[in-house]
Every structure is written in structure tokens, then in C-alpha cells.
């Protein structure tokens, strides 16, 4: 069973998202396994292995620009 992370890109350009799988326990990985890009307004289902842990983290735009990392462990408790 796959678990699925809604992204919606609420800005007005264009942004693309990579999602890194952690390699072990509190050890990221440095190599997105999907990235997907989004145009402005847009949103996009993307599903991700049972018990999946990593970030989903903003891959173009400014540095200051706002929700730019997410840190994910589904099925953890």
C-alpha cells in the first residue's frame, strides 16, 4: 500500500519539488528519487512507499521564498 502527499504550488511561478528518501534513520539521502514540477496554482498527487520517510523539498526559486522543506515519516507510530 502506497501513501500519497498532496503539493500545490500557491505561487505565481513555476516550481519544481524533489523528494529524498532517507537512507537509513536520520541519515538523508542527497539524490531526489522523484521531483515533479508544478506551474503556478497547480497541484499534484504524488504516492510514496508504505512507511516512506525523507523531506520534500523545493528545488527552483528564491531562498526566501516561504514552505521551501518538509520533513516526512508516514506510518511512524
Do not use: C
Not at 3 to 19: P, Q, W, Y
Request: net charge negative; proline share 4%; no cysteine.
Amino acid at each position: 500500500m502506497a501513501n500519497t502527499i498532496n503539493v500545490i504550488n500557491r505561487s505565481n511561478r513555476s516550481v519544481n519539488v524533489g523528494f529524498f528518501k532517507n537512507v537509513a534513520a536520520y541519515s538523508p539521502s542527497f539524490e531526489s528519487e522523484k521531483s515533479i514540477e508544478l506551474q503556478p496554482g497547480e497541484n499534484q498527487s504524488v504516492e510514496l512507499d508504505n512507511g516512506w520517510e525523507g523531506r520534500v523539498q523545493k528545488l527552483t526559486g528564491a531562498s526566501n521564498d516561504p514552505a521551501t522543506w518538509a520533513e516526512i515519516h508516514f506510518n511512524a507510530f
